[in-house]
């Protein structure tokens, strides 16, 4: 059987539906199979459960003192101190870009209305305003750090 008749039985049985074919002759033994097709089995698998351990350092008597409202205005603390909390999730950061100059300190000046952070969330970067005007007592968040919806960024004692 020569290469031409080879050829020509391999597209025979492509055409059809046989699965194997051998052939024998004086000159040798020529096998041609088909090539199966691989089944496709779907399974589902069971992903692993993710658990994140959030770690957050004792609070001091000032922040224990903080309520724990679920509202996103500052609330009064006991000792008239303001809580200015985030709007939203994402990461904060204390300065316009990394060669600017924080928005505020200890101890800063604040109007209604300035920006004292921004929060990116989703690659956009969102200035918050300062919602009272006052002096900032403490800074509750790292620059470059998450924050949660609701969670404390600063403590202003109001003008």
Known sequence: M?????????KLINKSNIGEISIEDKDGKVTIK?????????????????VY?????????????APAA????????PDNL???KSPMIGTFYRRPSPDK???TEIG???IQGKTICIIEAM????EIEAEISGTIVKILVEDNSPVEYDQPLYLVEPN
């Open 70 to 77: 679920s509202q996103a205005a500052p609330t009064k603390t």
């Open 34 to 50: 088909q090539k199966d097709e691989p089944a496709v089995t779907y399974a589902q698998v069971p992903l692993p459960q993710q």
């Open 108 to 110: 800063s000046e604040i």
């Open 82 to 84: 303001v809580t200015i």
């Open 123 to 126: 690659k956009l970067f969102n």
């Open 53 to 65: 351990n959030v770690v957050s350092p004792a609070p001091t008597a000032q922040e224990a003192s």
């Open 101 to 103: 100059p924080n928005f």
């Open 2 to 10: 020569d290469l031409k008749q080879i050829h020509e039985l391999i």
